[in-house]
T-cell receptor, first 110, second 115 residues
Framework: DGGITQSPKYLFRKEGQNVTLSCEQNLNHDAMYWYRQDPGQGLRLIYYSQIVNDFQKGDIAEGYSVSREKKESFPLTVTSAQKNPTAFYLC?????????FGPGTRLTVT | DQQVKQNSPSLSVQEGRISILNCDYTNSMFDYFLWYKKYPAEGPTFLISISSIKDKNEDGRFTVFLNKSAKHLSLHIVPSQPGDSAVYFCAASGGGIQGAQKLVFGQGTRLTINP
């Protein structure tokens, strides 16, 4: 079954800790994306990567970091510098114009 | 600067009737538009798309209409079914090489289908 996997589904962290969210795809897509969704808002782009070992900042990259060492994997680290880290995080990959999304990770920081 | 706007946060429609969701955009460089459906705590699912060279695209119960002069698109669902209850996002891409690589999303419209 081809698709995008995000783990875990729910993640809890204490304030001041860095946390890494996993995203894996077996669709053989070159491009991958990270978004966050807050209640009542649309999806906002954090980082994206068009190819291995290359990535670009999206609209709200501050406090986040990414790596793209393998085509299949695009992990997102939420650092302690992110002021409002509690959100629903979505990973996607792209073929043509269409982006396909994983199931999301709900991160709660207290 | 909201380049893609869905001005109706919510919409309630009776089962069997037509649901019409609207989306406006401001960037004339957008040349591809998509609709996604999202259930709570899940990732969005791609529904239907349209290129700017067309004004209509149909897929089963879903039809997307594009009015380029008005910078407006709409999603029609006919007939509406209870399983259509979800949040619907409009998205757009275009505007050079970098613009084509990214999607800009609207805020979403929550559709509720009533029995």
């Amino acid at each position: 079954d081809g698709g995008i996997t995000q783990s875990p589904k729910y993640l809890f962290r204490k304030e001041g800790q860095n946390v890494t969210l996993s995203c894996e795809q077996n669709l053989n897509h070159d491009a991958m994306y990270w978004y966050r969704q807050d209640p009542g808002q649309g999806l906002r782009l954090i980082y994206y990567s068009q190819i291995v070992n290359d990535f670009q900042k999206g609209d709200i990259a501050e406090g986040y970091s990414v790596s793209r060492e393998k085509k299949e994997s695009f992990p997102l680290t939420v650092t302690s510098a992110q002021k409002n880290p509690t959100a629903f995080y979505l990973c996607a990959s792209r073929t043509g114009h269409e982006q396909y999304f994983g199931p999301g990770t709900r991160l709660t920081v207290t | 600067d909201q380049q893609v706007k869905q001005n109706s946060p919510s919409l309630s429609v009776q089962e069997g009737r037509i649901s019409i969701l609207n989306c406006d955009y401001t960037n004339s460089m957008f040349d591809y538009f998509l609709w996604y459906k999202k259930y709570p705590a899940e990732g969005p699912t791609f529904l239907i798309s349209i290129s700017s060279i067309k004004d209509k695209n149909e897929d089963g119960r879903f039809t997307v209409f594009l009015n380029k002069s008005a910078k407006h698109l709409s999603l029609h669902i006919v007939p509406s079914q209870p399983g259509d209850s979800a949040v619907y996002f409009c998205a757009a891409s275009g505007g050079g090489i970098q613009g084509a690589q990214k999607l800009v999303f609207g805020q979403g419209t929550r559709l509720t289908i009533n029995p």
